[in-house]
C-alpha cells in the first residue's frame, strides 16, 4: 500500500543538491531580460509618460506601456486592476487606467538584451504625475468625504461587499447571558516570504501559444488572466509551472505573467521570437505582491455563569488595499470563522472589506482564518478566565457536533471532529498536569537573563477550517491516466495532472494515491504536472482543497482507466472530473446558507516563557493537533504542521510590516523579521488523528492551513496566563511586551 507510507520526494534530492530548475534558473541562452517598472505612487493621477530616452538606451529592444494592452484590467476574482497604469490605453476596460492606487502599480516593461540595459531603460522613463489625497487605513477610507479610490464601481464609499448573519433572537440571548466579554482585535498585515521571490520566462511554444514558465498556485486561472489581457482564446496561451520555491497564497495572483505573455507577443508580431526572462529582487516582490489582510476586529461574547454560549456579535473590517484580489473570498472565511467551531445559539455578525490606497490584501495560508479564530478564540480565553471554568472544558461545553446547526443555520458537513481533536491535544500536552520549569534563555538569542526574571504560562485554543471552494463556486477538478503494458494487466501508468506542488509535496501524493488505486507500484507512476497544454482543470492549490479534490479526481481517472484496459484499449486512458457537493452563497439579509461541503477541525496547546526584563517570549511547547481525516503521506503531514506553525510564531511575535504614507518602509528581510533558526518553538508535536472525512479520497481532509489558525490566540492566551496581561494586537515584539509589562 503506498498510500500511509512515507516514500522520499522524487524532487528531494535535486532540491537538496541545488539541480532543481526553479523559474529564476530556467533562463535560455538567447533570452531577453525584462524589468518592470513601478509607479512609486500610492495615489495619483498620471498626466504624461515619456518612454522615448528609454527607447534610446543602447540594447533596450521594446518598452511597454499601456498603450500596447489589448484589454487594460484583470484580477482574479474582480477585473479592479490595470495592466498598466498609463495617461492612454487603447484597449477595453472598465477600471481608470491613469490612476495608481498603490505603490506597485506597473507602468511599463522594458525589454532588453541584458538585465543592466533594461534597468538602464526603466531609470530613464520620465512620468509627471498629479498626487491624490492618499488613503492610509480603515479610519480614513471610511470617513465621510474620503476620496473614493473605485468610483467605478457605483458605491459613495470604499467599502463594499458587506456580509451579514442573522441568526436567532439577539435580545433573548444577551438576556440569557450571566457574563457579557466585549472586545476590540486588530490584526496586523503578513508578507509571505516565500524562499523564491517571483520569476518568469515567456516565450512562443512550437505550437504558436504565447507560452509563460514560472511559479504558481493555478495554471488555467493564469492562463485565463493573461488570455483575457491580450484578447486571446485559451488555447492560444499556456502557462507551465517548473519548480515552486514556496507560495502560501502570495502566488495565487498575477505578478509577471500578463506583461512577459504581453511582451513575447509583442515582439513576435515585430519579428522577433526569443523568449524574454524577468526576476523580482526580495526587495520587488515585498513591494509587489499582496499581504495577509490586516484589519480590525469588534467583538461581543454571552454566556450564562456554567459557561455556555447565548450569544454572539462582531463587526469585521478588512483592509483591501488597492484593489479587491481576493478580499471578497477572504472576508467570507473570516465571516464564518469569528464565531469559532461552536454552538451559537444567536448571533448578528457583520462583515465588509474596505479599499484604501495601501498594499493589497489578500490570499495567505489559512484565508481568513487566522484572522476571524483571533477574535473567536480571544473571547472565549476570556471568558473561561472570567467564569474561572478551564479553556478546555468551556470549548467542551459549546462545540459543535455532527447533526448540528452552523453559524448559517444549516447542517454541519457530516464528519465533525471538534471534541476530538480538543481532547486529544488536551491530553498529549498534559494539560491537567504542572508546566514545566522554565529553563534559561539561549544567550546566543537573547540578552542575558535572570532567573527571577523569568515567567511561564499555558494557552489553548481549538478551531475549524474550511476544505475547498466556497460560497457557490463551482468546483472541479480533472485527472488524467494512462495504462500501459504488454501482459494481461498494466505494469506502468502516466498521471496527467494540473495540480500545483508549492512545496507541500501534493505532487508525491498524487502519485501515491494513484499507484494504491492501481495497485502499482509507486515507481511505476510517473506524473506529469501543471502544464496548460497536458492537463485538465485542477483548481487552486489553495483552500486546504488540493488533496481532496485531486484525490478524488485521481481515483475516478483510474477506475475509468481500469474499465478502458478491461475493454481492451492499448494505452488504456481514463479522464474523470470529480465535482464535490455544490456549495451555496450565503443569504444577504440573514446568512442562511451551506458555504462549504467539508471542513477540518484543530486544536492547539502552547507553552511560553516570558522575559520580564527584555519583554521576549521565547515559546517552548506546541501540540499541534489535527483530523486530517487519512494521513496519505504522513511525513508530509508532519512537514505540513510544522512549517505552518513556525509561519504562524513569525506572524504573532516578529514580523511587522511598516507602512508610512502609503509605501512599504521595511521592504528587506533584514527588518522585516521572519524566525530565524534560534526563534522558532523549542518542540513542536505534531498529533495526526485520522477519522475519515465522508466525502475525502481514502477518507482524507485538506489539513495545511489547519494548523496555523489556532496559533496565534493559544500564543495571547499562554501570555495572558504568565503575566495577566490580554493583548489584543500583536506582533507580540519585545518591546510592545515590555511596555505592557511596564
Given at each position: 500500500?503506498?498510500?500511509?507510507?512515507?516514500?522520499?520526494?522524487?524532487?528531494?534530492?535535486?532540491?537538496?543538491?541545488?539541480?532543481?530548475?526553479?523559474?529564476?534558473?530556467?533562463?535560455?541562452?538567447?533570452?531577453?531580460?525584462?524589468?518592470?517598472?513601478?509607479?512609486?505612487?500610492?495615489?495619483?493621477?498620471?498626466?504624461?509618460?515619456?518612454?522615448?530616452?528609454?527607447?534610446?538606451?543602447?540594447?533596450?529592444?521594446?518598452?511597454?506601456?499601456?498603450?500596447?494592452?489589448?484589454?487594460?484590467?484583470?484580477?482574479?476574482?474582480?477585473?479592479?486592476?490595470?495592466?498598466?497604469?498609463?495617461?492612454?490605453?487603447?484597449?477595453?476596460?472598465?477600471?481608470?487606467?491613469?490612476?495608481?492606487?498603490?505603490?506597485?502599480?506597473?507602468?511599463?516593461?522594458?525589454?532588453?538584451?541584458?538585465?543592466?540595459?533594461?534597468?538602464?531603460?526603466?531609470?530613464?522613463?520620465?512620468?509627471?504625475?498629479?498626487?491624490?489625497?492618499r488613503v492610509d487605513d480603515i479610519d480614513q477610507a471610511m470617513?465621510?468625504?474620503?476620496?473614493?479610490?473605485?468610483?467605478?464601481?457605483?458605491?459613495?464609499?470604499?467599502?463594499?461587499?458587506?456580509?451579514?448573519?442573522?441568526?436567532?433572537?439577539?435580545?433573548?440571548?444577551?438576556?440569557?447571558?450571566?457574563?457579557?466579554?466585549?472586545?476590540?482585535?486588530?490584526?496586523?498585515?503578513?508578507?509571505?516570504?516565500?524562499?523564491?521571490?517571483?520569476?518568469?520566462?515567456?516565450?512562443?511554444?512550437?505550437?504558436?501559444?504565447?507560452?509563460?514558465?514560472?511559479?504558481?498556485?493555478?495554471?488555467?486561472?493564469?492562463?485565463?488572466?493573461?488570455?483575457?489581457?491580450?484578447?486571446?482564446?485559451?488555447?492560444?496561451?499556456?502557462?507551465?509551472?517548473?519548480?515552486?520555491?514556496?507560495?502560501?497564497?502570495?502566488?495565487?495572483?498575477?505578478?509577471?505573467?500578463?506583461?512577459?505573455?504581453?511582451?513575447?507577443?509583442?515582439?513576435?508580431?515585430?519579428?522577433?521570437?526569443?523568449?524574454?526572462?524577468?526576476?523580482?529582487?526580495?526587495?520587488?516582490?515585498?513591494?509587489?505582491?499582496?499581504?495577509?489582510?490586516?484589519?480590525?476586529?469588534?467583538?461581543?461574547?454571552?454566556?450564562?455563569?456554567?459557561?455556555?454560549?447565548?450569544?454572539?456579535?462582531?463587526?469585521?473590517?478588512?483592509?483591501?488595499?488597492?484593489?479587491?484580489?481576493?478580499?471578497?473570498?477572504?472576508?467570507?472565511?473570516?465571516?464564518?470563522?469569528?464565531?469559532?467551531?461552536?454552538?451559537?445559539?444567536?448571533?448578528?455578525?457583520?462583515?465588509?472589506?474596505?479599499?484604501?490606497?495601501?498594499?493589497?490584501?489578500?490570499?495567505?495560508?489559512?484565508?481568513?482564518?487566522?484572522?476571524?479564530?483571533?477574535?473567536?478564540?480571544?473571547?472565549?480565553?476570556?471568558?473561561?478566565?472570567?467564569?474561572?471554568?478551564?479553556?478546555?472544558?468551556?470549548?467542551?461545553?459549546n462545540a459543535l457536533h455532527d447533526g448540528d446547526y452552523g453559524i448559517t443555520q444549516t447542517v454541519m458537513?457530516?464528519?465533525?471532529?471538534?471534541?476530538?481533536?480538543?481532547?486529544?491535544?488536551?491530553?498529549?500536552?498534559?494539560?491537567?498536569?504542572?508546566?514545566?520549569?522554565?529553563?534559561?534563555?539561549?544567550?546566543?538569542?537573547?540578552?542575558?537573563?535572570?532567573?527571577?526574571?523569568?515567567?511561564?504560562?499555558?494557552?489553548?485554543?481549538?478551531?475549524?477550517?474550511?476544505?475547498?471552494?466556497?460560497?457557490?463556486?463551482?468546483?472541479?477538478?480533472?485527472?488524467?491516466?494512462?495504462?500501459?503494458?504488454?501482459?494481461?494487466?498494466?505494469?506502468?501508468?502516466?498521471?496527467?495532472?494540473?495540480?500545483?506542488?508549492?512545496?507541500?509535496?501534493?505532487?508525491?501524493?498524487?502519485?501515491?494515491?494513484?499507484?494504491?488505486?492501481?495497485?502499482?507500484?509507486?515507481?511505476?507512476?510517473?506524473?506529469?504536472?501543471?502544464?496548460?497544454?497536458?492537463?485538465?482543470?485542477?483548481?487552486?492549490?489553495?483552500?486546504?482543497?488540493?488533496?481532496?479534490?485531486?484525490?478524488?479526481?485521481?481515483?475516478?481517472?483510474?477506475?475509468?482507466?481500469?474499465?478502458?484496459?478491461?475493454?481492451?484499449?492499448?494505452?488504456?486512458?481514463?479522464?474523470?472530473?470529480?465535482?464535490?457537493?455544490?456549495?451555496?452563497?450565503?443569504?444577504?439579509?440573514?446568512?442562511?446558507?451551506?458555504?462549504?461541503?467539508?471542513?477540518?477541525?484543530?486544536?492547539?496547546?502552547?507553552?511560553?516563557?516570558?522575559?520580564?526584563?527584555?519583554?521576549?517570549?521565547?515559546?517552548?511547547?506546541?501540540?499541534?493537533?489535527?483530523?486530517?481525516?487519512?494521513?496519505?503521506?504522513?511525513?508530509?503531514?508532519?512537514?505540513?504542521?510544522?512549517?505552518?506553525?513556525?509561519?504562524?510564531?513569525?506572524?504573532?511575535?516578529?514580523?511587522?510590516?511598516?507602512?508610512?504614507?502609503?509605501?512599504?518602509?521595511?521592504?528587506?528581510?533584514?527588518?522585516?523579521?521572519?524566525?530565524?533558526?534560534?526563534?522558532?518553538?523549542?518542540?513542536?508535536?505534531?498529533?495526526?488523528?485520522?477519522?475519515?472525512?465522508?466525502?475525502?479520497?481514502?477518507?482524507?481532509?485538506?489539513?495545511?492551513?489547519?494548523?496555523?489558525?489556532?496559533?496565534?490566540?493559544?500564543?495571547?492566551?499562554?501570555?495572558?496566563?504568565?503575566?495577566?496581561?490580554?493583548?489584543?494586537?500583536?506582533?507580540?515584539?519585545?518591546?510592545?511586551?515590555?511596555?505592557?509589562?511596564?
Amino acid at each position: 500500500m503506498s498510500v500511509g507510507s512515507t516514500p522520499p520526494r522524487q524532487d528531494a534530492t535535486d532540491k537538496v543538491i541545488g539541480a532543481a530548475l526553479y523559474p529564476a534558473d530556467a533562463v535560455p541562452d538567447d533570452a531577453l531580460h525584462a524589468v518592470v517598472v513601478f509607479t512609486n505612487r500610492p495615489h495619483a493621477r498620471m498626466i504624461s509618460l515619456d518612454t522615448s530616452a528609454a527607447e534610446a538606451v543602447t540594447d533596450v529592444v521594446a518598452v511597454l506601456t499601456a498603450a500596447d494592452v489589448p484589454v487594460n484590467e484583470y484580477g482574479l476574482t474582480l477585473f479592479d486592476q490595470p495592466v498598466f497604469i498609463g495617461p492612454k490605453s487603447t484597449g477595453r476596460a472598465d477600471v481608470a487606467s491613469d490612476v495608481s492606487r498603490w505603490e506597485a502599480d506597473q507602468i511599463a516593461l522594458v525589454v532588453a538584451e541584458t538585465a543592466e540595459a533594461a534597468r538602464l531603460g526603466a531609470a530613464a522613463i520620465h512620468v509627471d504625475w498629479d498626487d491624490l489625497p492618499r488613503v492610509d487605513d480603515i479610519d480614513q477610507a471610511m470617513a465621510p468625504g474620503a476620496p473614493l479610490i473605485h468610483p467605478e464601481n457605483g458605491l459613495d464609499t470604499n467599502a463594499y461587499n458587506p456580509l451579514q448573519i442573522r441568526k436567532g433572537d439577539m435580545d433573548q440571548g444577551w438576556a440569557e447571558a450571566d457574563v457579557v466579554i466585549e472586545g476590540t482585535y486588530t490584526v496586523p498585515h503578513q508578507e509571505h516570504a516565500f524562499l523564491q521571490p517571483e520569476a518568469a520566462t515567456a516565450y512562443i511554444d512550437d505550437e504558436g501559444r504565447v507560452t509563460v514558465e514560472c511559479g504558481g498556485q493555478w495554471t488555467f486561472e493564469d492562463r485565463e488572466q493573461i488570455a483575457h489581457a491580450l484578447d486571446l482564446p485559451d488555447d492560444e496561451v499556456r502557462v507551465i509551472y517548473l519548480a515552486i520555491g514556496g507560495a502560501f497564497g502570495g502566488k495565487e495572483d498575477m505578478s509577471l505573467q500578463i506583461v512577459l505573455a504581453l511582451a513575447a507577443k509583442h515582439l513576435e508580431e515585430r519579428g522577433i521570437r526569443r523568449p524574454i526572462h524577468c526576476r523580482w529582487s526580495r526587495e520587488e516582490s515585498i513591494v509587489g505582491h499582496h499581504k495577509r489582510h490586516r484589519g480590525r476586529i469588534h467583538a461581543k461574547l454571552g454566556a450564562t455563569s456554567d459557561g455556555i454560549i447565548t450569544a454572539v456579535e462582531a463587526e469585521v473590517v478588512l483592509d483591501a488595499g488597492s484593489y479587491n484580489y481576493t478580499t471578497n473570498k477572504v472576508l467570507g472565511n473570516a465571516h464564518l470563522s469569528v464565531s469559532g467551531p461552536y454552538r451559537i445559539p444567536n448571533a448578528q455578525i457583520d462583515s465588509s472589506a474596505v479599499y484604501t490606497t495601501t498594499v493589497p490584501g489578500g490570499a495567505f495560508r489559512g484565508f481568513g482564518g487566522p484572522q476571524g479564530a483571533f477574535a473567536a478564540e480571544c473571547q472565549l480565553n476570556k471568558l473561561a478566565a472570567a467564569l474561572g471554568i478551564d479553556p478546555v472544558e468551556i470549548r467542551r461545553r459549546n462545540a459543535l457536533h455532527d447533526g448540528d446547526y452552523g453559524i448559517t443555520q444549516t447542517v454541519m458537513p457530516m464528519g465533525v471532529t471538534t471534541t476530538e481533536v480538543i481532547d486529544a491535544c488536551a491530553d498529549r500536552s498534559g494539560w491537567t498536569s504542572p508546566q514545566q520549569p522554565a529553563a534559561p534563555f539561549n544567550p546566543i538569542a537573547s540578552l542575558p537573563t535572570r532567573p527571577d526574571s523569568i515567567v511561564t504560562g499555558r494557552g489553548f485554543a481549538s478551531g475549524y477550517k474550511n476544505v475547498g471552494f466556497s460560497f457557490g463556486f463551482p468546483e472541479r477538478c480533472v485527472a488524467d491516466i494512462h495504462l500501459h503494458g504488454d501482459g494481461d494487466t498494466p505494469d506502468r501508468a502516466d498521471l496527467y495532472h494540473g495540480g500545483s506542488d508549492v512545496g507541500q509535496g501534493a505532487h508525491l501524493a498524487f502519485r501515491q494515491i494513484a499507484a494504491d488505486a492501481l495497485g502499482l507500484p509507486l515507481e511505476a507512476v510517473t506524473g506529469h504536472f501543471s502544464d496548460t497544454a497536458t492537463s485538465g482543470d485542477s483548481g487552486s492549490a489553495s483552500a486546504s482543497r488540493l488533496t481532496f479534490m485531486a484525490g478524488n479526481s485521481i481515483l475516478g481517472a483510474a477506475e475509468e482507466a481500469d474499465k478502458a484496459w478491461r475493454d481492451g484499449q492499448r494505452p488504456a486512458v481514463g479522464a474523470f472530473r470529480y465535482v464535490p457537493p455544490p456549495t451555496e452563497s450565503l443569504d444577504p439579509e440573514t446568512g442562511v446558507g451551506a458555504p462549504n461541503f467539508s471542513y477540518g477541525y484543530m486544536a492547539t496547546e502552547v507553552e511560553v516563557s516570558i522575559d520580564t526584563g527584555t519583554g521576549q517570549i521565547r515559546v517552548d511547547r506546541v501540540v499541534s493537533t489535527h483530523d486530517v481525516g487519512k494521513a496519505i503521506n504522513p511525513a508530509l503531514v508532519r512537514g505540513q504542521i510544522e512549517g505552518a506553525v513556525v509561519q504562524a510564531n513569525g506572524y504573532v511575535l516578529s514580523e511587522d510590516l511598516q507602512l508610512s504614507d502609503g509605501r512599504i518602509t521595511n521592504p528587506r528581510l533584514s527588518s522585516y523579521l521572519i524566525p530565524g533558526i534560534g526563534d522558532i518553538p523549542e518542540v513542536v508535536e505534531s498529533v495526526i488523528l485520522e477519522l475519515a472525512d465522508p466525502l475525502g479520497p481514502y477518507g482524507a481532509r485538506g489539513m495545511a492551513e489547519m494548523p496555523y489558525i489556532t496559533y496565534a490566540p493559544a500564543v495571547i492566551a499562554a501570555v495572558h496566563d504568565a503575566t495577566g496581561i490580554w493583548f489584543d494586537s500583536f506582533p507580540l515584539t519585545p518591546s510592545r511586551v515590555l511596555a505592557a509589562l511596564s
